[in-house]
């Protein structure tokens, strides 16, 4: 396909597989990662199809991971999920996570499936903070 003038031009020779398209919003960052629309086949080349796919994904994720005492408790409805950092949530059950996963969590997508629960109200500045408690 790539020797294929037509196909070239066409953007067909450039395209790349679904699975490679989400991961390259991965490997640049980005987390939350939804597809938004996947449309039906338009064409199909040497028994390929092709085929348009939108996805939606947020980026700002960086930054340390600071304990704070912050837990969520995902609710459902599968019995167990997995984050793009690895935490595993199971249904029910409260998982302590940092200050830096409870914020993003409280945002689209992740927000509406969660309960968030945050028992340490209190800021901690970590310019005053002399011992490992508040994570520096």
């Known amino acids: 396909m790539r020797q ?8 067909y020779s450039g395209a ?10 991965e490997k640049v960052g980005f987390y ?3 597809i938004d629309k996947r449309e039906d086949t338009w064409t199909t080349i040497e028994d390929i199809n092709f085929r348009s796919m939108t996805a939606i994904a947020h980026k700002g ?21 997995e984050d793009d950092d690895n935490h595993i949530y199971e249904r029910g059950e409260r998982t302590f996570v940092c200050e ?9 997508p ?7 629960i945050n028992e340490n109200e209190e800021a901690i500045d970590i310019e005053d903070c ?7």
């Open 61 to 81: 994720k960086e930054g340390p991971c600071i304990d704070k005492g912050q837990s969520v408790i995902y609710k459902g409805p599968f019995k167990h999920i």
């Open 110 to 116: 992740y927000n509406n499936v969660f309960e968030f």
């Open 4 to 11: 294929d003038e037509d196909l070239w031009s066409g953007c």
């Open 100 to 108: 830096k996963t409870f914020n993003i969590l409280q945002q689209p």
């Open 32 to 34: 939350g990662i939804e």
């Open 16 to 25: 790349i597989e679904e699975k490679s398209f989400v991961e390259s919003f």
């Open 130 to 136: 002399c011992d490992t408690s508040c994570g520096c």
